[in-house]
């Protein structure tokens, strides 16, 4: 792959951290699964299905002997972008005793899960926070209590997809910078990363959903900025097209936190392997 393929189309890395099992959801193997016993798995996510990862895990789960209308029932919750919604789909899952809940997403859906549960196994997709720092686990090899799941280190990559942005572009000075709420533990570490790479950054928060993303492109246009950086988050994610549109018309330099955007036309992205993140939450 050329230097131009990688900077100006897509780059996945692997930043994924697995924290190890807890006695409490020690996974049965596929050979070893009770005679008749239907498994079911609660999956709360921020938004709606339909995402690769979505597919991976279930193909990962199918894999590991574990098939839809046969041994397994999923019991998909989505919040369709409205976090206050989490709490409520979380106990919703409680109710229907569901044998382990897997969280997806912002820290928004491990604080509703765990908040649902002190018993019922969890399993988190750790998007976009650290859930050591945040004390829902006391480690990667041991993370104690009833969770365990995937670590996505999304964090770090934010400081490259900046450096990224300013080898493309190197006479960028001015950058603005799109986050909300669900993305600003991200905007913090972008925040770190401007200085030394004498970048000045143009925060723009958008709140109180749905979101007016052209009124943002424009704010962008009126303070100067030279390109672009879009934080990830579920209402972003939801928008993608509409951004990516956005971002085209405005024929300012994007770079997003998201790989879905590059495929769907987007400039440049660079995001750990979601594919990959979802098998493993799967096994």
């Not at 692997?14 to 016993?37: C, W, Y």
């Not at 979380?90 to 569901?98: H, I, K, P, T």
């Not at 405005?250 to 392997?273: E, H, I, K, N, Q």
């Amino acid at each position: 792959m050329s230097k131009k393929d990688i900077t100006m189309r897509l780059y996945p890395v692997g930043l994924i951290a697995t924290l190890a099992l807890a006695v409490l959801v020690a996974p049965l193997s596929a050979n070893a699964q009770p005679p008749g016993k239907v498994f079911r798995v609660g999956v709360l996510l921020p938004i709606s299905l339909g995402s690769r990862s979505f597919q991976a895990f279930k193909q990962r789960l199918q894999e590991l002997g574990y098939v839809e209308g046969q041994n397994l029932v999923l019991e998909v919750r989505g919040a369709e972008g409205k976090l206050e919604r989490l709490p409520g789909l979380a106990a919703e899952l409680v109710r229907l005793n569901v044998d382990v809940i897997v969280a997806t997403g912002p820290e928004a859906t491990l604080r509703a899960a765990r908040g649902a549960t002190e018993t019922i196994p969890i399993v988190m997709r750790a998007r976009d926070y650290d859930p050591m720092a945040l004390g829902y686990v006391a480690g990667l090899a041991r993370p104690g209590g009833n969770i365990t799941g995937v670590v996505e280190q999304r964090l770090e990559v934010t400081a490259k997809q900046l450096e990224m942005l300013k080898e493309a572009l190197p006479t960028v000075t001015r950058v603005a910078v799109l986050w909300d709420d669900a993305s600003a533990d991200r905007r913090r570490a972008v925040e770190a990363a401007a200085r030394p790479l004498g970048v000045q950054l143009q925060p723009l928060e958008l709140r109180h959903p749905p979101y007016e993303f052209a009124g943002t492109f424009a704010a962008a246009a009126q303070g100067q900025a030279e390109a672009l950086l879009v934080l990830n988050s579920p209402l972003f994610f939801m928008q993608s097209a509409h951004i990516v549109d956005l971002a085209a018309r405005s024929r300012l330099p994007t770079m997003f936190g998201a790989s879905d955007s590059a495929r769907a036309g987007g400039l440049m992205a660079y995001d750990v392997s979601t594919v990959d993140s979802g098998r493993r939450t799967a096994t």
